[in-house]
């Protein structure tokens, strides 16, 4: 990846929580060289449809990382869904599909798919509702997740909707956001790097929290003071200010700066275990080798 490819690094920090407008959901942002990373629109409450619209608006040339499953396991069972006629061959397809079976849900919510008699077999959901398909453990992972785990990560099944590091939700409503980027903005690895213009990845903030020297299992920050020394393990410049910030905003805020210093890293863009069927199925997180 040329150093120069892009102009602007952003970190967005996604939720799939109920309702119109998420507090957890966080856009940062920086450019090329050493200056601070900002938050957009500083004590914005944004919706999913606002995030839509800033991202398809944003300047060309930006490499946009989501912090959600893109996708969903496929290669350790040869489906998404096995056993069900309708699942689908790729995640493109995956994301039709949910956005289809969600059409009457608002704020691009996803609460039709995982009640869908077919689909809620593989999920985890509350009140015990384990489907008969979910599996052991933590469930299902992607082969990105696998490898997340040789690097000491600890994530989670994107097939899991319980507790409070379940990551299903929010895997489930960014699919409805790809879906409509899908053919308006290319989305690595699903597709391919066009080398011009803006390019949207899947990122894991816990990924950065590690390269910037945050213990294992303390990767959150709440205080700016550390945020700031996050920030200046990876050659950055401190935000200003002091006191209290919530952890959406410095996930954000040093995972757009981990992107600046990562970005043009060729062993990333080409991990080893990253097939072309990996790369239509699952796709992979940008930073896992």
Request: proline share 6%.
């Given at each position: 990846?040329?150093?120069?490819?892009?102009?602007?690094?952003?970190?967005?920090?996604?939720?799939?929580?109920?309702?119109a407008r998420q507090r957890g959901i966080a856009v940062a942002e920086c450019t090329p060289g050493t200056a601070a990373p900002s938050?957009?629109?500083?004590?914005?409450?944004?919706?999913?449809?606002?995030?839509?619209?800033?991202?398809?608006?944003?300047?060309?040339?930006?490499?946009?990382?989501?912090?959600?499953?893109?996708?969903?396991?496929?290669?350790?069972?040869?489906?998404?869904?096995?056993?069900?006629?309708?699942?689908?061959?790729?995640?493109?397809?995956?994301?039709?599909?949910?956005?289809?079976?969600?059409?009457?849900?608002?704020?691009?919510?996803?609460?039709?798919?995982?009640?869908?008699?077919?689909?809620?077999?593989?999920?985890?959901?509350?009140?015990?509702?384990?489907?008969?398909?979910?599996?052991?453990?933590?469930?299902?992972?992607?082969?990105?997740?696998?490898?997340?785990?040789?690097?000491?990560?600890?994530?989670?099944?994107?097939?899991?909707?319980?507790?409070?590091?379940?990551?299903?939700?929010?895997?489930?409503?960014?699919?409805?956001?790809?879906?409509?980027?899908?053919?308006?903005?290319?989305?690595?690895?699903?597709?391919?790097?066009?080398?011009?213009?803006?390019?949207?990845?899947?990122?894991?903030?816990?990924?950065?929290?590690?390269?910037?020297?945050?213990?294992?299992?303390?990767?959150?920050?709440?205080?700016?003071?550390?945020?700031?020394?996050?920030?200046?393990?990876?050659?950055?410049?401190?935000?200003?200010?002091?006191?209290?910030?919530?952890?959406?905003?410095?996930?954000?805020?040093?995972?757009?700066?981990w992107l600046r210093a990562n970005a043009h890293r060729a062993e990333l863009w080409h991990p080893p275990a990253l097939t072309p069927?990996?790369?239509?199925?699952?796709?992979?997180?940008?930073?896992?080798?």
């Open positions: 990846m040329a150093p120069d490819r892009f102009a602007r690094f952003v970190a967005i920090d996604w939720s799939g929580a109920v309702g938050l957009v629109r500083p004590g914005h409450i944004w919706s999913r449809h606002d995030v839509l619209e800033w991202v398809l608006a944003a300047p060309a040339a930006s490499l946009i990382g989501f912090d959600l499953g893109p996708s969903l396991p496929f290669r350790d069972a040869g489906a998404f869904f096995p056993g069900w006629d309708d699942s689908p061959p790729d995640a493109k397809a995956l994301w039709a599909l949910v956005d289809r079976l969600c059409a009457e849900d608002p704020h691009l919510a996803a609460t039709s798919f995982v009640d869908h008699v077919e689909a809620s077999r593989h999920f985890r959901r509350h009140g015990g509702r384990t489907g008969d398909r979910f599996g052991t453990g933590r469930g299902r992972l992607r082969v990105t997740e696998h490898a997340q785990r040789a690097q000491g990560m600890s994530p989670y099944s994107n097939m899991n909707l319980v507790g409070a590091a379940q990551v299903g939700k929010s895997s489930l409503t960014g699919m409805r956001l790809l879906h409509r980027l899908d053919g308006r903005l290319p989305v690595w690895p699903f597709d391919a790097d066009p080398g011009h213009g803006s390019l949207v990845v899947e990122i894991y903030t816990s990924i950065a929290a590690r390269d910037a020297g945050r213990p294992k299992g303390r990767s959150k920050m709440r205080d700016i003071a550390a945020l700031n020394a996050a920030l200046a393990v990876l050659g950055s410049e401190a935000v200003p200010g002091t006191g209290e910030i919530d952890d959406h905003s410095s996930d954000a805020l040093l995972t757009a700066a069927a990996i790369a239509a199925t699952e796709g992979w997180t940008f930073g896992v080798t």
